[in-house]
């Protein structure tokens, strides 16, 4: 999965797109993301002693990293990633539009 945490990202398909977010958590087993602020959805919830309250709580849900673009914080566009080796040995991510190193 090349989604990692703390990366900006953009929506492209779904309900939520064009919203942009960062990522928050990250699910690499389903391929899924957990997006700040982004796929909100209402859970019920039920009073348990006096600490929790009832009510209707508002989450994040998990998106597909398909419906994902990474946005590129040099270029400052949605790219496509890629990984290379350095020469040092060392795997990183890079921005495909603009070349630029993104980890």
């Known amino acids: 999965m090349r989604l990692k945490k703390n990366d900006n990202v953009l929506v492209i398909a779904g309900k939520d797109k064009g919203k942009t977010g960062k990522v928050r958590y990250a699910y690499p087993r389903t391929d899924r993301v957990l997006v700040e602020g982004v796929n909100m959805i209402k859970r019920h919830s039920r009073a348990k002693g006096q600490a ?19 946005l590129c914080s040099k270029c400052n566009k949605p790219a496509r990633i890629g990984s290379r080796e350095l020469a040092d040995g060392k795997s990183v991510r890079y921005c495909k539009s603009c070349n630029e190193v993104i980890d």
């Open 52 to 70: 929790k309250q009832a009510g209707i709580i508002e989450r994040e849900a998990p998106l597909h990293v398909s419906n994902l673009m990474l």
